[in-house]
T-cell receptor, first 110, second 113 residues
Framework: GEDVEQSLFLSVREGDSSVINCTYT??????LYWYKQEPGAGLQLLTY?????DMKQDQRLTVLLNKKDKPLSLRIADTQTGDSAIYFC??????????FGRGTSLIVHP | DVKVTQSSRYLVKRTGEKVFLECVQD?????MFWYRQDPGLGLRLIYF???????EKGDIPEGYSVSREKKERFSLILESASTNQTSMYLC????????????FGQGTRLTVV
C-alpha cells in the first residue's frame, strides 16, 4: 500500500473552512509537510510540523497531528478562491527522501 | 531564497528522440530528485542523487537515466522518448541527511508526439 494517503478532491464554498486529511505510515518520520501546487507550477512549502507536536498554527493555516493513529490534517480558515490548488502532504522516508501523497485538489466556489 | 531552476517550462519532442531535462539549484544542497506528476497518480520518484556522481533508482526508473557531474546540476535523460513519457517533470532538492524539506523547480511539461 501507499506510504502516504490522501483523498483526491475537496470542494468548499468561499468563506468556509477547508480540512484536508492525510495518513502516513512511516513511524520514523521526523517532519511532516504540507505543500501547495498552483496550476502549471511546482510545489511550494506551506507549513510543516515536528512529529512530536500535536498542532501548529500559522495565520489561516492549522496543522493537526494525531500521533497514535497518524492522521495529519491541514485546516484552512476562511477559504478564498486563491486557495484553489493541489495540496500535498509529505513525510521523510528514512533520512532524506521525501515521500508525497497523491495530492488533494481543493476547489473553492463562490 | 533557495532557487531550483528547470531549463524549460514546455517541451515537445518526437518519439525516439533523446531528451535532456536540466535542473540547477543554487543553495549547495546535497540531495536532488526527479519526479514525474500525472493526474491521479501524484508525484512518483524517478531517480535521486545524494552526492556528485552518485545516483539511486526511485520507484519508476525504467526508460530514464540521470547525470550529476556537478553538485548544483542534476539532469534527467530520456534515451528514446515514448508517448507514455508525456508528463509533468519536477525537479527538487533537499539540504542533506535528516532534512527532508524539499524545494521544487517550476516543472517541465513534456509532450512526446
Amino acid at each position: 500500500g501507499e506510504d502516504v494517503e490522501q483523498s483526491l478532491f475537496l470542494s468548499v464554498r468561499e468563506g468556509d473552512s477547508s480540512v484536508i486529511n492525510c495518513t502516513y505510515t512511516d513511524s520514523s518520520s521526523t517532519y511532516l509537510y504540507w505543500y501547495k501546487q498552483e496550476p502549471g507550477a511546482g510545489l511550494q512549502l506551506l507549513t510543516y510540523i515536528f512529529s512530536n507536536m500535536d498542532m501548529k498554527q500559522d495565520q489561516r493555516l492549522t496543522v493537526l497531528l494525531n500521533k497514535k493513529d497518524k492522521p495529519l490534517s491541514l485546516r484552512i480558515a476562511d477559504t478564498q478562491t486563491g486557495d484553489s490548488a493541489i495540496y500535498f502532504c509529505a513525510e521523510g522516508r528514512g533520512s532524506y527522501i521525501p515521500t508525497f501523497g497523491r495530492g488533494t485538489s481543493l476547489i473553492v466556489h463562490p | 531564497d533557495v532557487k531550483v531552476t528547470q531549463s524549460s517550462r514546455y517541451l515537445v519532442k518526437r518519439t525516439g528522440e533523446k531528451v535532456f531535462l536540466e535542473c540547477v539549484q543554487d543553495m549547495d544542497h546535497e540531495n536532488m530528485f526527479w519526479y514525474r506528476q500525472d493526474p491521479g497518480l501524484g508525484l512518483r520518484l524517478i531517480y535521486f542523487s545524494y552526492d556528485v556522481k552518485m545516483k539511486e533508482k526511485g520507484d519508476i526508473p525504467e526508460g530514464y537515466s540521470v547525470s550529476r557531474e556537478k553538485k548544483e546540476r542534476f539532469s534527467l535523460i530520456l534515451e528514446s522518448a515514448s508517448t507514455n513519457q508525456t508528463s509533468m517533470y519536477l525537479c527538487a532538492s533537499t539540504l542533506g541527511v535528516g532534512n527532508t524539506e524539499a524545494f521544487f523547480g517550476q516543472g517541465t511539461r513534456l509532450t512526446v508526439v
